[in-house]
């Protein structure tokens, strides 16, 4: 096995990305993965463009991944990169930890799936409930698209109505009425204050785009005002804490305040989707922030690696979901593998090994990490920047300070697109927009190697 080393070559442009670095680059990552080139023409034929997940997909083909162990990731040929990207941000012990290993394997000897509950659901529901503040009675799921899906659900038998809020350039999963102003183009969003809806897709229905409103991310007066003039009307106001979309960006605390201010006033449910930002510390962003929500998304490390979702909140809003009752639930919630007992125990694993300390520790690198880069951009002086919060960072590429979705107007493409690359050279693992995070196995050693790989990129790239 190899680790792809740089050499170092500058590309001659001083000062400047270029289409042709970026070529150079993409030849070289081409020459070092023939045979995983080799399996995405052969992925074409069964699956769309080789591709059943977007966000993993790239230009010109991604890496296919034969084996995760710890911090490292070998792909078919035989390539060792360090993954800094943890299936986007879930595998916060890393690969095949040996205490996640031997629950599962422990499970594997007493069966995959019941069709009836085990106890292991049980002990699972307990360790959420006792570390996330929002959190009285939790369900489960299997990804984070449905635990959104579903809070949104329970907003709406809770109130009544039909509408909700969500912010410009956020991602709560793959269902129609948060597939909206995820990505809007710059010249149909409209109004930076007051911004449109938009269709993020071809499919999402007209009604989606009339029931989700849209307010822009970190903009306490432009959001209350948009949510006071809809307020009898919409159900429930969704938000991340720490958006991942815009950068692992964490929001301004008097934005969270505000929404939960208003929305209190206004009989509005407050969801905080902590599918990513649940891994700042044992109770998420909100305990961090210290604002509570009256529901909560979760998804990623409460799963140890295995399919998860779950979401909960205050008991009289989970309540619908009691079938405990003569007419039973109000709101019906089945699936096959809800609780299963395989993500359960690698779940108890995770979150039992994941120590107030731990926490610390990850999000010390973080920043030890986050601060190095800055140094490098300063010294490249690079129209770059780095956003983040505890184990999460991202890559800017621009020099606006990014609070909201417009901010990113400016990002220079060609030069994301050669860091992804680029990094992928060097034997790094980033995701697309080359955000990532630290896992429990990442050393500081890797965090100064990834470091220097960043410095190597970016003098490839022109900025010598
Ligand atoms: C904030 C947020 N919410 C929801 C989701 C959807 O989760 P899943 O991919 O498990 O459906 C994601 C996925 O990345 C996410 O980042």
Redesign the pocket.
């Known amino acids: 096995m190899t680790t792809i080393s740089s050499s170092g070559s500058s590309s001659g442009a001083s000062g400047s990305t270029s289409g042709s670095a970026l070529k150079q680059e993409i030849e070289r990552y081409a020459a070092a993965n023939p045979k995983s080139a080799a399996m995405h023409e052969r992925a074409k034929e069964s699956l769309p463009g080789g591709d059943s997940r977007n ?1 993993i997909w790239w230009k010109p083909f991604p890496i296919y991944v034969a084996r995760g162990d710890g911090s490292m990731m070998t792909d078919l040929d035989g390539n060792e990169r360090v993954d800094f990207i943890s299936n ?2 879930t595998l916060i012990l890393g690969h095949r930890h040996p205490d996640v290993i031997k629950a599962v394997e422990a499970q594997v000897d007493r069966g995959l799936s019941y069709p009836a509950p085990s106890e292991l659901v049980v002990e699972w529901a307990e360790l959420i409930v006792g570390r996330v503040p929002s959190v009285e009675k939790v369900r489960f799921v ?7 899906l579903n809070a949104i659900r329970a907003a709406r038998a809770f109130t009544g109505r039909q509408k909700i809020v969500k912010c410009e350039g ?5 269902h129609d009425d948060v597939a909206v102003s995820v990505d809007p183009g710059f010249d149909k969003a409209g109004d930076e204050l007051a911004p449109e809806s938009v269709r993020d897709y071809e499919g999402v229905p007209d009604k989606s785009l009339d029931h989700t409103i849209v307010i822009p991310y970190n903009n306490p007066a432009a959001a209350e005002a948009i949510i006071r003039a809809n307020g009898s009307e919409v159900a429930a106001v969704i938000v ?1 804490p720490v ?3 815009l950068g692992m960006l964490p929001a301004q605390p008097e934005f969270l305040q505000a929404l939960r201010d208003v929305t209190r006033e206004l009989g509005i449910v407050l969801i905080f ?5 649940l891994r700042i510390s044992p109770g998420g962003s909100q305990e961090y922030f210290g604002i509570t929500p009256d529901m909560t ?1 979760m ?2 490390i409460i799963g140890g690696g295995l ?3 779950a979401f909960g909140g205050k008991s009289e809003i989970m309540a619908l979901f009691d079938p405990d009752s003569e007419a039973g639930p109000r709101v019906k919630h089945a699936g096959t593998f809800n609780g299963n007992p395989m993500t359960a125990a690698a779940g108890i694993a995770t979150l039992r090994n994941m120590t107030p300390e731990l926490y610390d520790q990850i999000a010390e690198l973080g920043e030890d990490l986050r601060s190095k880069l800055r140094n490098v951009i300063a010294e490249r002086e690079a129209p770059m920047g780095v956003t983040g919060i505890a184990s999460l960072f991202s890559l800017q590429f621009t020099t606006v300070q990014i609070v909201d979705y417009r901010s990113l107007e400016s990002a220079d493409k060609t030069l994301a697109a050669h860091m992804f690359i680029g990094m992928l050279n060097e034997g790094f693992a980033l995701s697309t927009q080359c955000a990532g995070n630290i896992s429990a196995v990442i050393t500081p050693e890797q965090v100064d190697g990834f470091v220097a790989a960043f410095s190597s990129v970016l003098e490839r790239a022109g900025y010598g």
């Open positions: 966000s986007m941000t299997n990804s984070g698209t449905e635990a959104t956020g991602y709560h999963g793959a991340e958006i991942g979309r989707d902590e599918v990513i930002s998304a998804g990623k399919p998860v979702g």
